[in-house]
Antibody, heavy 114, light 107 residues
Framework: GQMEESGGGLVQPGGSLRLSCAAS????????AQWVRQAPGKGLEYISA????????YYADSVKGRFTISRDNSKNTLDLQLGSLRLEDTAVYYC????????WGQGTLVTVSS | EVVMTQSPATLSVSPGERATLSCRAS??????LAWSQHKPGQAPRLLIY???TRATGTPARFGGSGSGTEFTLTISSLQSEDFAVYYC?????????FGQGTKVEIK
């Protein structure tokens, strides 16, 4: 299976950005999907997840209230809406499919800077 | 949350040698542990899940062991393509958490 992210870029503090991820090669709709990020020089942080039917979501405290995860099983896509962005949100964002990260994307860089 | 601690931070190994990476959980995660391989510019790759099951396509030289709080990833004979950063990851409890990684570098 494969995941492919898009939507990263440079954004100012306080701004918004939408990341998208397209899944292929596995039964995306049967599994949890998640977003993991890695800030420069730091480790991996599990920031958000969504159940297979989209009915249950999880957010790390660091992004709760600012980020929104969603999925469209008819299109095999996973999205992450990023809002009220802070400098510390600068990171490579990975989407991953599976009940834990099994199928990973290559990552998309989000840079928050003025 | 469950804190995952990996050791060592960096492992210097010669090609053909054996590498042993450790991962410790702050509380039992049973066998709900995975190992993934990360290389710059590439999609991370799942190697091992359920502590010891090789993922599809994982070479037999990669082996996982352990349960509860102590886990090990062994690479029996390092190949050039194995030099990378390896992360352990628990999925027993929410939130799922990662170790800080072990970089395997050429000696």
């Amino acid at each position: 299976g494969q995941m492919e992210e898009s939507g990263g870029g440079l954004v100012q503090p306080g701004g918004s950005l939408r990341l998208s991820c397209a899944a292929s090669g596995f039964s995306f709709s049967n599994y949890v999907a998640q977003w993991v990020r890695q800030a420069p020089g730091k480790g991996l942080e599990y920031i958000s997840a969504i159940s297979s039917n989209g009915g249950t979501t999880y957010y790390a405290d660091s992004v709760k209230g600012r980020f929104t995860i969603s999925r469209d099983n008819s299109k095999n896509t996973l999205d992450l809406q990023l809002g009220s962005l802070r400098l510390e949100d600068t990171a490579v964002y990975y989407c991953a499919g599976g009940n834990f990260p099994v199928h990973w994307g290559q990552g998309t860089l989000v840079t928050v800077s003025s | 949350e469950v804190v995952m601690t990996q050791s060592p931070a960096t492992l210097s190994v010669s090609p053909g040698e054996r590498a042993t990476l450790s991962c410790r959980a702050s509380q039992s995660v049973r066998s709900n542990l995975a190992w993934s391989q990360h290389k710059p510019g590439q999609a991370p790759r799942l190697l091992i899940y359920d502590a010891s099951t090789r993922a599809t396509g994982t070479p037999a030289r990669f082996g996982g062991s352990g349960s509860g709080t102590e886990f090990t990833l062994t690479i029996s004979s390092l190949q050039s393509e194995d030099f990378a950063v390896y992360y352990c990851h628990q999925y027993n409890d929410w939130p799922q958490t990662f170790g800080q990684g072990t970089k395997v570098e050429i000696k």
